[in-house]
């Protein structure tokens, strides 16, 4: 995308960052974006790191900084088409990363907000949280 920077783990035409998204931490300095976009990034992350994920993309947050996160919802053809998807997000995955929800005291990771949720299950997920610091 035009504007950011962009990060892969190949090197591709636009990409600045070579890097594997499952290795931390990431080559960034704390509180160092403003706006950060996965879209179609979360279903390709081995479940075991997600958890680990957010806390990495809190840590390159600045305060209230956004996180935007677009994934094929569990539900939909799309979440089971692509060979390399793992499981995909429904309506309350992301309820475990903000400290207003229950669901957050199973793993307590670090905190977001979740400012807006839309999903479609025969389609995406789609969620913004804002990194509580």
């Known amino acids: 995308m035009d504007g950011y920077v962009n990060m892969d783990i190949r090197e591709l035409k636009g990409v600045d960052v070579v890097h594997d998204i499952q290795r931390f931490p990431f ?74 929800y229950k669901r957050y005291s199973i793993y307590k990771p670090k905190p977001w907000k979740l400012e807006n949720t839309n999903f479609e299950k025969t389609s995406t997920v789609s969620v913004v949280l804002k990194a509580v610091k």
């Open 27 to 100: 080559p960034f300095s704390d509180n160092t974006f403003e706006s950060i976009i996965m879209n179609h990034v979360w279903e390709h992350i081995e479940p075991k790191f997600r958890i680990c994920l957010m806390n990495e993309l809190w840590r390159i947050s600045i305060p209230d900084g956004t996180l935007a996160i677009v994934s094929p919802h569990c539900l939909s053809a799309g979440a089971c088409q692509d060979p390399t998807h793992y499981t995909c997000p429904n309506e309350f995955t992301f309820q475990y990363f903000d400290v207003s």
